[in-house]
């Protein structure tokens, strides 16, 4: 078996702020803490160097990526509208621990979270933020569009449908009984949410992204 690859994570507001050597410190010093500064790096160089700067520097993790695309391409994307909210998922495993989040796309204050949960995946978790995300909107009666980085996620709340390949069991009964309640939601709601796709390649990583790439 491979040993898993050492990640520095930064955290530049947070409670504390400093520079971690695993997920589990630097989720400890971010939980709570509305519009926590954090991200992770494959070196304990890159993170030192990384902290010595400011967090806009690094916002955006994915900026090197916007390289790939043309200019008449990023004019063709555009920004993103901040007048919405973003959601995400993050899975420790395939299946694993997975949890999932909704925050503001301007101010990436976290709005909802849940998990973690046990033997679960990333396309479960993505397809729970989106459905708890549209009952957010819908309750709160917020007129918001919400971003998600995931096609399969997105098909399936189209479909009304969780179509994993996951083994349900007593393991994992609690997010089984959420997806169902996800499903029943969908079925039985109507909403006028725009649904859309966070364009990565542009935009750098979604802002509920959880930071552990």
């Not at 890159?46 to 806009?56: F, G, L, N, P, Q």
Request: hydrophobic share 30%; glycine share 8%; aromatic share 12%.
């Amino acid at each position: 078996m491979s040993k898993k690859k050492q990640k520095y994570y930064v955290v530049w507001f947070g409670n504390p702020t400093g520079i971690f050597r695993s997920w589990q410190e630097c989720k400890k010093a971010i939980t709570g803490v509305t519009g926590a500064q954090y991200k992770s790096f494959e070196t304990l160089q890159e993170a030192k160097t990384a902290y010595s700067k400011d967090y806009k520097d690094y916002k955006g993790k994915g900026a090197s990526k916007k390289k790939t695309l043309t200019k008449e391409q990023l004019q063709k994307i555009g920004e993103p509208n901040l007048y919405s909210i973003a959601v995400d998922a993050a899975s420790s495993g395939n299946p694993g621990k997975m949890e999932y989040r909704g925050v503001d796309t301007q101010t990436h204050k976290q709005l909802f979270h849940q998990g973690p949960f046990q033997q679960g995946t990333n396309n479960v978790g993505e397809f729970l933020a989106l459905v708890h995300g549209l009952a957010y909107l819908k309750k709160i009666g917020s007129d918001r569009i919400i971003y998600s980085d995931s096609k399969i996620a997105m098909g399936w709340v189209r479909r009304k449908k969780c179509n994993t390949k996951l083994k349900w069991g007593v393991h994992n009964k609690n997010l089984y009984e959420l997806v169902q309640r996800a499903e029943t939601w969908l079925k039985t709601n109507n909403y006028t949410t725009k649904v859309v796709k966070w364009e990565t390649k542009a935009w750098g990583e979604i802002p509920a992204d959880f930071g552990r790439k």
